[in-house]
């Protein structure tokens, strides 16, 4: 059985824990608002017909920020469809996911939503098919005290207090040919800068998120981060990373999924720091991984393929209302490269700052639902949650010995993967790991003596015999944490064995 080594010590430091990293996304497409937070006349719905059921659920994921209105849906949206009595807002049709789009939840609602989830919201506004105007008049209605007409028309659609957003994304996926207004780096670049400056000159204490690259795949990758952030680093806080992992057939490459994350971050991190070297800049830009997860995009490139055939033919395409789409069933070993990613953006909290899980509910999401029924934890619920939950103080990058494995995709991996959390004031400290391995065991010595942290308060595993096991609306409880086996000894080690292709949190205490 290979052996691993892992060392945590106060020195390893590697910053303050910001909650954001634990943050969600809310975009308008497929079941994520309609039928997913919001469905009047279910059973426990409440009078302004949100899921208690869900906001329960949300508050167990630990979620600390939600990324609305999106995401491709933000790139054709007019925020000022979704304010105002119901019955007034119109239906329109949503370019990026061919649907209809009812406006029967809008900011005033959502932002109702997240006082009750007790999460902060954090806005995107369109700088696809509109611009600086439009997003001053949106920061208006949403931050301004009364006094103002956009201000008073929020108080009189029954919002008097200020909504309070500080976090902004300006535009989604600018670079991306499917965005509706897509842009080069320059156009982009230009156009975040200018709005920025105007909305910072409203509000100086707002933080902005400029978009950076869609995915390390782009053509324009790396470029694109540096020609946008030579318009915008002045103005702006994050850069944002967008990243999605599938299971191609390879399972290890899958498994090692984080490396890939690494050395996106690398890439966005140095591209950044060579703005500001050149701009001799004493400011230094966060990123906000503000869309990760894994997404099996196989089905939805049918979707889009069989659409767009279609419409080439001149046959009649629907335009539906909030239909199942990109409803994935997620496996342990998705959970696994999930809780691999967490580790992966904890490691890297020098610079990553702000993440938001994509989505939240039904679409690619850890929480799922059934109309007039049921709301379950898929397996990817568990990571998060726990690594939410546990995680407190300051981040620790552990040294770690520890054998490799190889893969088609990145080569030689490290078999374990591992983050640790520490609050020296409670003493209270959490570690990580991930056994990548997928035919045996792995055996981990972990020294926290000079922590002083040595004593199990819990241990959980999220393992499974079956890799593929999932949790769905027959049996949502096939695949949940189950405790996991720690010895501590004298000299102050914790000794334990991971199962293949596990993931685990340990909490300690002194």
Same mark, same amino acid.
């Given at each position: 059985?290979?052996?691993?080594?892992?060392?945590?010590?106060? +020195?390893?430091?590697?910053?303050?824990?910001?909650?954001?990293?634990?943050?969600?996304?809310?975009?308008?497409?497929?079941?994520?608002?309609?039928?997913?937070?919001?469905?009047?006349?279910?059973?426990?719905?409440?009078?302004?017909?949100?899921?208690?059921?869900?906001?329960?659920?949300?508050?167990?994921?630990?979620?600390?920020?939600?990324?609305?209105?999106?995401?491709?849906?933000?790139?054709?949206?007019?925020? +000022?469809?979704?304010?105002?009595? %119901?019955?007034?807002?119109?239906?329109?049709?949503?370019?990026?996911?061919?649907?209809?789009?009812?406006?029967?939840?809008?900011?005033? +609602?959502?932002?109702?939503?997240?006082?009750?989830?007790?999460?902060?919201?954090?806005?995107?506004? &369109?700088?696809?098919?509109?611009?600086?105007?439009?997003?001053?008049?949106?920061?208006?209605?949403?931050?301004?005290?009364?006094?103002?007409?956009?201000?008073?028309?929020?108080?009189?659609?029954?919002?008097?207090?200020?909504?309070?957003?500080?976090?902004?994304?300006?535009?989604?996926?600018?670079?991306?040919?499917?965005?509706?207004?897509?842009?080069?780096?320059? +156009?982009?670049?230009?156009?975040?800068?200018?709005?920025?400056? #105007?909305?910072?000159?409203?509000?100086?204490?707002?933080?902005?998120?400029?978009?950076?690259?869609?995915?390390?795949?782009?053509?324009?990758?790396?470029?694109?981060?540096?020609?946008?952030?030579?318009?915008?680093?002045?103005?702006?806080?994050?850069?944002?990373?967008?990243?999605?992992?599938?299971?191609?057939?390879?399972?290890?490459?899958?498994?090692?999924?984080?490396?890939?994350?690494? %050395?996106?971050?690398?890439?966005?991190?140095?591209?950044?720091?060579?703005?500001?070297?050149?701009?001799?800049?004493?400011?230094?830009?966060?990123?906000?991984?503000?869309?990760?997860?894994?997404?099996?995009?196989?089905?939805?490139?049918?979707?889009?393929?069989?659409?767009?055939?279609?419409?080439?033919?001149?046959?009649?395409?629907?335009?539906?209302?909030?239909?199942?789409?990109?409803?994935?069933?997620?496996?342990?070993?998705?959970?696994?490269?999930?809780?691999?990613?967490?580790?992966?953006?904890?490691?890297?909290?020098?610079?990553?700052?702000?993440?938001?899980?994509?989505?939240?509910?039904?679409?690619?999401?850890?929480?799922?639902?059934?109309?007039?029924?049921?709301?379950?934890?898929?397996?990817?619920?568990?990571?998060?949650?726990?690594?939410?939950?546990?995680? #407190?103080?300051?981040?620790?990058?552990?040294?770690?010995?520890?054998?490799?494995?190889?893969?088609?995709?990145?080569?030689?991996?490290?078999?374990?993967?591992?983050?640790?959390?520490?609050?020296?004031?409670?003493?209270?400290? #959490?570690?990580?790991?991930?056994?990548?391995?997928?035919?045996?065991?792995?055996?981990?010595?972990?020294?926290?003596?000079?922590?002083?942290?040595?004593?199990?308060?819990?241990?959980?595993?999220?393992?499974?015999?079956?890799?593929?096991?999932? &949790?769905?609306?027959?049996?949502?409880?096939?695949?949940?944490?189950?405790?996991?086996?720690?010895?501590?000894?004298?000299?102050?080690?914790?000794?334990?064995?991971?199962?293949?292709?596990?993931?685990?949190?340990?909490?300690?205490?002194?």
């Amino acid at each position: 059985m290979p052996t691993v080594s892992i060392s945590v010590r106060p +020195e390893h430091a590697v910053a303050r824990l910001d909650r954001r990293l634990f943050g969600s996304f809310v975009e308008h497409l497929g079941r994520c608002v309609y039928g997913g937070i919001y469905e009047p006349g279910h059973p426990s719905a409440d009078e302004d017909g949100f899921r208690r059921d869900v906001v329960d659920l949300v508050t167990e994921l630990g979620v600390s920020t939600v990324r609305y209105p999106g995401g491709n849906f933000v790139s054709g949206y007019r925020w +000022e469809d979704g304010v105002g009595p %119901r019955e007034n807002r119109p239906v329109r049709r949503d370019l990026a996911w061919h649907v209809r789009e009812t406006n029967q939840i809008g900011l005033d +609602e959502f932002a109702a939503w997240t006082r009750l989830t007790g999460v902060e919201l954090m806005m995107a506004v &369109n700088l696809g098919t509109r611009g600086i105007a439009e997003a001053l008049d949106l920061l208006e209605y949403t931050n301004g005290e009364p006094g103002t007409a956009l201000a008073d028309q929020r108080v009189a659609n029954g919002s008097p207090a200020p909504h309070g957003v500080r976090m902004w994304c300006l535009g989604n996926e600018m670079d991306g040919p499917w965005q509706t207004g897509y842009m080069t780096a320059d +156009e982009y670049g230009r156009l975040a800068a200018r709005t920025g400056a #105007a909305m910072k000159q409203a509000d100086s204490g707002l933080q902005l998120v400029v978009c950076g690259s869609s995915g390390s795949s782009m053509p324009t990758f790396g470029e694109w981060e540096r020609t946008v952030l030579g318009h915008a680093y002045d103005v702006v806080d994050y850069i944002s990373c967008h990243a999605y992992y599938q299971d191609h057939g390879d399972r290890a490459s899958f498994l090692a999924s984080s490396v890939d994350m690494d %050395r996106f971050i690398t890439t966005v991190v140095t591209a950044a720091d060579h703005v500001q070297q050149l701009r001799g800049s004493d400011r230094q830009i966060a990123l906000s991984f503000d869309e990760w997860n894994v997404w099996d995009l196989t089905g939805w490139q049918v979707i889009e393929a069989q659409v767009a055939a279609d419409e080439k033919a001149g046959r009649a395409v629907p335009w539906p209302i909030a239909p199942r789409q990109l409803e994935d069933t997620y496996t342990v070993t998705d959970a696994v490269v999930v809780g691999s990613l967490l580790i992966t953006m904890l490691r890297r909290h020098d610079r990553v700052r702000a993440a938001s899980l994509a989505q939240l509910v039904n679409v690619i999401a850890p929480i799922m639902t059934e109309p007039g029924g049921p709301a379950w934890r898929q397996t990817t619920f568990y990571p998060f949650a726990l690594t939410s939950r546990l995680a #407190a103080g300051t981040v620790l990058a552990p040294l770690v010995d520890c054998p490799t494995m190889p893969t088609a995709t990145f080569g030689d991996v490290p078999v374990v993967d591992v983050a640790a959390t520490f609050d020296d004031e409670t003493g209270r400290a #959490a570690v990580f790991l991930v056994n990548r391995r997928q035919d045996a065991p792995t055996s981990v010595r972990i020294d926290l003596a000079e922590l002083g942290a040595t004593r199990v308060v819990a241990a959980h595993v999220l393992h499974d015999d079956d890799p593929t096991a999932q &949790n769905t609306l027959a049996d949502p409880d096939r695949v949940t944490p189950a405790p996991l086996v720690c010895t501590v000894t004298d000299d102050g080690a914790l000794l334990v064995e991971l199962p293949p292709i596990s993931w685990a949190a340990i909490e300690l205490a002194r």
